[in-house]
């Protein structure tokens, strides 16, 4: 305080000194312009160097800064993304001294500022791998929630939409999957604060869940940043293994209040449509095969139709066994006409056009005490799927307050509310049903209006009409810090993050689909805070030693409490609440977990003339996961590099105008896993209204951190003053004792337990590359990126882990030594018997035969494992083109190389008819006649086919996919002037436009599986929902 | 300088203040679930285990449904209704080529196991327990997890235990440890175990226990065990222990007048013992789902079963209540109404088949009048003429099929029998002897991947 008012006390004395002394003062003037383009750069910073002294340039690129005492002077011109210039002046009292600056564009960005953990960056000196998101790029696609715009943007990060469902999850994987049963998903950490992430919306019958990230604006998104290897990601020890996904949020900046207003509306469309049979497609290939089998006669099979579908009783009462022959021909004949004529296309009856909606404003600005960012925005998505929609507003309030000069402190506040409408999809019905085993031959409605057969469970239209879905969640995403520099070079930070979310979940599920209503109400409460204590060190001796150090503690704390209430039997249609269903049937529960990480941190650097950088950190973390003698782990990184082009013997190599060297190794920890699993423990249940206890869990007090050993070098270079730029990395990761499910017989009374075994190794290459083709009034700039992984397990002490074992649904993925995380237990399909219209497969002896049902060992002693669910390279490419304030952004992403089972494949394109399911069109080249060459085998009415697991469903998944196209105009700067604007820009958005895909299902695109279960069963399709593509038009403007 | 060193020491203390505690920040313990240390450590602990086997025998893969549906899928006794989809370990078992990671398999294999772990796991405890209220529960706890290890090991044994080779499953009586591997013990064995636990805790039973195992029930369930292995004597004489009269007299057979009241909520007193079923607690429900219209049924009843009681009733003018009150006619397909009350209890053992157990071990000793008697109470009840003449095995094989149907016991019976499964469509000729391979379980891959002492049956 006494710091401030001698501050504010000298600076009021300067002035009334000045004032009296009279005309010392000259004033400095002039234009900063863009040398490429030659415009005017509105919002640049002209400061004399030495003083307090400066300004910003105004609309017009020209700046005007009184007051400059007489005398020579240096002053620096700068613009973020542009080299600083800097001019000598020589001011002389009560003149106007005109100076123009020219600034050249800074194409290797190398000053700029990256966010790394507890700190920030100069980008020249980073000797970790660290991906920074160009947020431009990805700021008008519209999507729910922001990771899923990630896709192609750095490499060796993989983004898949789990599918495409507005609010639906999104899978991210940082260098692969490191970890069989714990989570690979990234750790995400918001302006500090390790934030709330995952899938929380557990209602049973909805399988696809709520995204917890879909609460985050990205409106109010500055900057992201992917932390890659252990060395970046050291620092989050405990957290980081699978990746660290920095996010900061947009903050004020001195000067004028500015606004900045968006806005767009679109709608969206699936982005393909799978070929299934039609009615009269499905009667002759359902006749065929009941032909093939010997079944019987056609009316035999018209009568065997489920679902009632064939109405015994529509033209006579009574027990169709006592009909006559007459009676039972006409009923025969009338039945027919109508089975014959109908056709219902049930997937169209669950599709529709979506449509987004997206606005947000905001203000920023501030003056040298205090700076703020205070926005808001609504989005409103209406997705492909009938039902599901998505509503979220949310606001935010970023403010930071120079108490004096050496303390500063702030607070950052997100709050938004949503409101999410999920269906059932897959295999828990409405669209997946839909596909599958609602039959083209069944109407939707009878003859009086009523649903046809809506008890069955094939009525994917009464079971849309009789459901009600809702999961509102609010979330509060807040921290507050107080930065102090006690000392020069010194600065001691706190922080204290708080992050809620409140959900509350409501079901209700009617009495035209099932006998009884029932009805959940389900809340949810997370909350996650954290406190750390930063002490940091900066300072360079004799301008040749940098050092910079760091230290600190940190305690993060997550609670879980939640309470669901069920019911059933309402005694009016009109309540919906289940407290109003019949008392004997209110089923209540609750349950509350609770875990923390605590931390001590610290790391250094030393640069050597800014040549030679090395750095080292060191974390140390407890964890409540862990029994009492294992709770504590130590996790240390060390880095090196060499900025090349700073050697006095590069000089000559003015191609070269960057070139840096990097290496880095360490170690970091992952305990996702659920909590207490060190414990034995027991369920409390009960029986005929006595309580009771069973066994749920045996322990195991040795269980500790899954640790990762990786290794990483790269390069980053730039070329003709950084025309083009890039870098590469090559990596190498060894995770082990990692933390899975160890399989014991069920003897014991146990399916398995929580252990640390086993080995995985991931390595990979990335590539990434950015070239300004073209810099002056046409502009083009091309970004690539292109990453490799290959995973492999070394060691499972010879366990075989299905994706049922890990808590997984179906689709024959394992978990096995020798082969990547993931791959399938498949048989080798061969093909079609020409001769028989039989399915011939791969024998183990190498012959080929049918597959013998009499065998009930015949999978497990011919499958192979096979397959790769990785891609062999994934990427983006994306080319940015400005001419004449149009724009134009081309955006490719492509995976190449993976396969993807469809594990519905044996049910929906098996050909076995009598399971009632209907089929995909492909089976329409089915086998006929001996000497038909096809890969679909002869249609039967009961096959063992839905038992067969082979390679016939696995399919190439590799796409290459337009992501997302932009075209853009903004008004030139003489209209935007009349309108007192800043910038205003118009566009038009595509994602998804375009797709080449071998894969013959909905969508390459597809993981069907969440949480744990997802790194073994993955790249599956169960009648999975395809992703939507949106189109859009926007405005923003600046004012 | 003075003023960082006083902050410097500030911070230093802070840190060290968060050092002295920090275990506790990170020590949780849960606050839902029992650790398993103090879990069986007092009688309450025993006791409330012991209501979690019996809520564990209510699962949809023990008695709350696939150990009945299993068998009736493998032996041509339903067939599929087109009401609802069958799931493909259904079709499997329809088709009998169930595979080795078959879900219901796998899934009774793993709830029995469980089941007969803690029970093992409580027996162990019990001398353990030291306190108060241990004096008065001592004998019945170890009397009811004899009876569940019994009981369950006795059905598990039907389905796995292999004819042909003489294996079963592993047989364990005391829990193993997570290192346990057991092997295949043999259906002698299994057996031997199964009485030596049945009759144990007959003698160690009280009368009535609330709904659960009782000395009536063990010495039932033991009638079963001595008549499934062929040791008729002995079945006779557990059977007449608990049946309530010599039929020869006039004094009430026990059995309800009405079949239909069996299978409710509250089981009369011809269910000796029973899987309880309430609102709460929907212990029926796989079984609705399998044959309830209303729950739209997965199966409806092979016609085999309606010609039984249409062709076998005795004479053209009585009729069977069996038939009348237990299956309905809807749209002209026909379900039966057995499985109708959502809330009902599953009857595990009921006196009507211990008449025709006993009467079925008295004409295999030649005792016909006994025999004649035993049966004619059944049928009588079910408003059929009394056989007047000597009673078939014939008779009895289809009396069984009649009265305990879709109740666990047809196919097993066909298998005692060393019957010949038929399969009922005149389109298909396809028999399947009663030993066959395609009818026994197999072990669940998974357990034989983990336990390499197991064989594929």
């Known amino acids: 305080m006494k710091q401030a008012i001698r501050f504010i006390w000298l600076f009021l004395f300067s002035t009334v000194v000045m004032a009296a002394v009279g005309q010392t003062t000259g004033t400095l003037t002039g234009t900063v312009t863009d040398e490429q383009t030659g415009e005017t750069l509105p919002g640049a910073n002209v400061v004399i160097q030495g003083t307090t002294i400066g300004t910003a340039t105004d609309i017009n690129g020209t700046y005007t800064i009184p007051g400059v005492p007489a005398g020579e002077h240096v002053v620096m011109a700068s613009f973020i993304g542009f080299q600083d210039v800097t001019k000598k002046v020589t001011i002389v009292a009560g003149e106007t001294l005109t100076v123009g600056f020219v600034l050249s564009e800074d194409m290797m960005m190398l000053d700029e500022m990256v966010v790394i953990g507890y700190g920030t960056k100069r980008k020249r000196d980073i000797t970790s791998s660290i991906s920074k998101v160009p947020v431009e790029e990805i700021r008008n696609i519209p999507t729910t929630s922001f990771e899923s715009t990630l896709q192609g943007k750095a490499a060796g990060v993989q983004v898949t939409q789990d599918n495409g469902l507005a609010g639906g999850s999104v899978t991210i994987r940082v260098r692969g999957t490191g970890s069989v049963m714990s989570s690979s998903e990234p750790l995400y950490v918001l302006d500090g604060v390790p934030i709330i992430t995952g899938r929380y919306t557990t209602t049973s019958g909805y399988p696809d869940r709520s995204n917890a990230l879909s609460l985050i604006n990205p409106e109010d998104i500055e900057s992201i940043e992917i932390l890659k290897d252990a060395a970046a990601q050291a620092i989050y020890g405990a957290r980081g293994a699978n990746g660290v996904v920095l996010i900061t949020t947009k903050k004020g900046k001195e000067g004028e209040t500015k606004y900045d207003f968006n806005f767009s509306s679109g709608f969206s469309q699936v982005t393909n449509k799978l070929d299934i049979l039609n009615g009269s497609e499905y009667l002759m290939l359902a006749k065929e095969a009941w032909n093939n089998s010997g079944e019987g006669t056609e009316r035999g099979f018209y009568e065997q139709l489920p679902y009632g579908i064939y109405n015994t009783n529509l033209l006579y009462e009574g027990n169709y066994s006592d009909f006559t022959e007459e009676q039972i021909e006409e009923t025969y004949q009338a039945n027919k006409k109508i089975i014959d004529n109908t056709h219902t296309d049930w997937v169209d009856h669950m599709l529709r056009t979506g449509y987004q909606h997206n606005a947000s404003l905001s203000a920023s600005g501030g003056n040298q005490r205090l700076t703020y960012y205070v926005g808001g925005s609504y989005s409103n998505t209406s997705g492909v799927i009938i039902g599901n929609d998505f509503e979220r507003i949310s606001g935010r309030t970023n403010l930071e307050i120079k108490a004096t000069k050496k303390l500063k402190f702030g607070m950052n506040l997100g709050v938004t509310g949503s409101q999410f409408v999920n269906v059932p999809t897959g295999w828990a019905g409405g669209l997946g049903t839909a596909q599958s085993r609602s039959l083209p031959v069944m109407p939707v409605y009878n003859a009086d209006g009523s649903y046809f057969a809506p008890r069955s469970g094939v009525n994917v239209v009464a079971d849309y009409e009789d459901r009600k879905y809702k999961a509102y969640s609010t979330s509060m995403l807040t921290n507050i810090y107080a930065d102090y520099q006690f000392h020069p070079g010194f600065n001691y930070r706190l922080d204290f993050g708080l992050n809620n979310l409140y959900q509350r979940e409501r079901k209700y599920e009617g009495t035209i689909t099932r006998e009884e209503a029932n009805a959940t109400d389900r809340r949810l409460t997370v909350n996650n805070w954290n406190v750390s204590n930063t002490l940091g060190y900066n300072k360079t001796f004799n301008d040749i030693h940098r050092v910079t150090a760091m230290t600190g503690m940190s305690y993060e704390r997550n609670g879980q409490y939640g309470v669901e209430f069920n019911g059933r039997d309402f005694p009016n249609p009109s309540l919906e609440n289940p407290t109003n269903s019949n008392q004997d049937k209110q089923f209540p529960s609750a349950w509350q977990e609770d875990y923390a990480f605590l931390s001590f941190f610290g790391r250094a650097e030393y640069a050597f003339r800014e040549r030679y950088i090395v750095s080292a950190s060191v974390r140390h973390d407890g964890s409540s996961r862990f029994g009492p003698d294992q709770k504590w782990g130590t996790f240390p990184s060390a880095t090196v590099g060499w900025i090349l082009t700073e050697e006095p013997f590069m000089d000559n190599i003015s191609v070269l105008s960057f070139f840096k060297l990097r290496g880095s190794w360490g170690i970091t920890g992952n305990s996702e896993i659920g909590n207490y699993r060190y414990v034995g423990l027991y369920y409390t249940t009960q029986y005929n209204g006595e309580s009771g206890i069973g066994l749920q869990q045996i322990p195991n007090p040795e269980l500790h951190w899954e640790v990762s050993n990786q290794y990483d070098i790269g390069i980053d270079f730039g070329l003709w003053e950084g025309r083009v730029a890039g870098g590469m990395d090559y990596y190498l990761t060894q995770s082990e004792d990692l933390l899975l499910l160890k399989q014991i017989p069920l003897t014991t009374g146990a399916r398995s337990y929580t252990a640390n075994l086993g080995e995985i190794k991931n390595q990979g290459f990335e590539l990434f590359l950015n070239s300004k083709n073209l810099v002056r009034k046409f502009k083009w700039n091309t970004d690539i990126n292109l990453a490799t992984n290959r995973n492999e397990i070394i060691n499972l002490e010879g366990q075989i882990i299905s994706g049922l074992d890990v808590g997984g649904n179906y689709g024959n993925n394992f978990a096995q030594e020798g082969h990547p995380i993931g791959a399938w237990r498949l048989v080798e399909w061969y093909g079609v018997d020409p001769g028989t219209g039989v399915d011939l497969f791969v024998l183990n002896d190498g012959s080929i035969a049918p597959w013998d049902d009499t065998d009930p060992e015949f999978f497990d002693k011919h499958s192979k494992v096979t397959g790769n669910p990785y891609p062999d390279f994934f990427g983006g490419v994306n080319n940015y083109l400005e001419y004449a304030g149009f724009d134009l952004g081309i955006y490719f992403t492509f995976v190449v190389g993976n396969e993807v089972y469809r594990d519905d494949g044996k049910f929906f394109e098996g050909g076995n008819l009598g399971s009632n399911w209907n089929q995909m069109a492909t089976i329409l080249d089915r086998w006929q006649n001996p000497g038909d060459v096809t890969d679909q085998s002869k249609l039967l009415w009961n096959s063992n086919v839905s038992t067969i697991n082979s390679t016939k469903y696995l399919d190439d998944g590799s796409y290459l996919r337009l992501k997302s196209l932009t075209f853009g105009y903004t008004l030139p700067p003489e209209k935007t002037r009349k309108l007192k604007m800043e910038r205003v820009r118009i566009y038009f958005t595509a994602s998804n436009l375009w797709t080449i895909t071998n894969y013959k299902g909905w969508d390459p695109e597809v993981n069907r599986d969440y949480n744990y279960a997802s790194n073994v069963t993955q790249s599956v399709t169960y009648l999975s929902p395809p992703q939507a593509k949106t189109f859009n038009v926007g405005l923003s403007l600046n004012f | ?457």
């Not at chain 2, 706890?141 to 003489?166: A, S």
């Not at chain 2, 309830?292 to 005795?314: C, D, M, Q, V």
């Not at chain 2, 047809?410 to 009922?424: A, G, I, M, Q």
């Open chain 2, 1 to 457: 300088m003075k003023f960082k060193t006083t902050y410097i020491a500030a911070l230093v203390l802070l840190t060290s203040l968060l050092f002295t505690s920090c275990e506790k920040w990170i020590d949780f313990e849960p606050t839902t679930s029992i650790n398993s240390d103090n879990a069986l450590t007092s009688t309450q602990g025993l006791q409330t285990a012991l209501i979690g086997c019996y809520d564990r025998m209510q699962s949809g893969d023990l008695f709350g449904g696939y150990l009945y549906v299993s068998g009736d899928m493998l032996g041509f006794n339903v067939k599929k209704s087109g009401e609802y989809a069958l799931v493909y370990e259904e079709i499997q078992m329809m088709n009998r080529n169930m595979s080795p990671d078959n879900r219901i398999v796998n899934s009774m294999w793993e709830q029995a196991f469980w089941t007969i772990n803690q029970a093992n796991t409580i027996l162990q405890a019990i001398p353990e327990v030291k306190d108060a209220d241990i004096e008065a529960n001592r004998d019945r706890i170890r009397g009811e997890c004899l009876f569940i290890r019994g009981l369950v090991y006795f059905e598990i044994m039907r389905y796995w235990g292999n004819p042909n080779t003489g294996e079963a499953v592993p047989l364990l009586t005391e829990p193993t440890g997570i290192e346990g591997k057991p092997s295949r013990a043999t259906i002698e064995q299994v057996y031997s175990q199964v009485i030596a636990d049945l009759t144990e805790a007959a003698g160690l039973l009280p009368e009535n226990n609330n709904r659960r195992a009782t000395s009536k029930a063990a010495k039932a369930i033991l009638a079963r065990v001595y008549f499934y292995h062929k040791d008729y004597e002995n079945a006779r004489l557990m059977a007449s222990e608990i049946l309530p009269i010599d039929p020869s007299t006039t004094q009430t057979d026990g059995l309800q007048d009405d079949v239909t009241n069996i299978y409710h909520s509250d089981p009369t007193d011809e269910t000796i013992f029973a899987i309880m079923g309430n609102t709460a607690d929907r212990t029926a429900g796989t079984l609705n789902g399998c044959f309830r219209k209303a729950s739209s049924a997965k199966f409806s009843p092979e016609n085999t079963l309606i010609k039984a009681f249409i062709f076998t009733t005795g004479h053209p003018d009585s009729v069977d209540q069996r038939y009348e009150k237990l299956f309905t006619s809807i749209e002209g397909k026909i379900f039966t109404t057995k499985f109708d009350d959502l809330d009902m209890s599953v009857p595990v053992i009921r006196l009507a088949e211990l008449y025709l157990i006993r009467g079925e071990s008295r004409l295999n000793e030649g005792d016909v009048n006994g025999a004649r008697e035993d049966i004619n109470v059944v049928r009588t009840r079910a408003g059929i003429k009394p056989i007047e003449g000597t009673p078939t095995y014939n008779d009895f094989y289809y009396e069984r099929f009649k009265e305990l149907f879709y109740e666990g016991d047809y196919f097993h019976n066909v298998k005692r029998l060393e019957r010949t499964f038929v399969n009922p469509d005149p389109n298909v000729s396809e028999e399947i002897p009663w030993n066959s391979r395609s009818l026994l379980f197999p072990i669940p891959q998974r357990e034989i991947d983990v336990n390499p002492k197991l064989t594929q049956n």
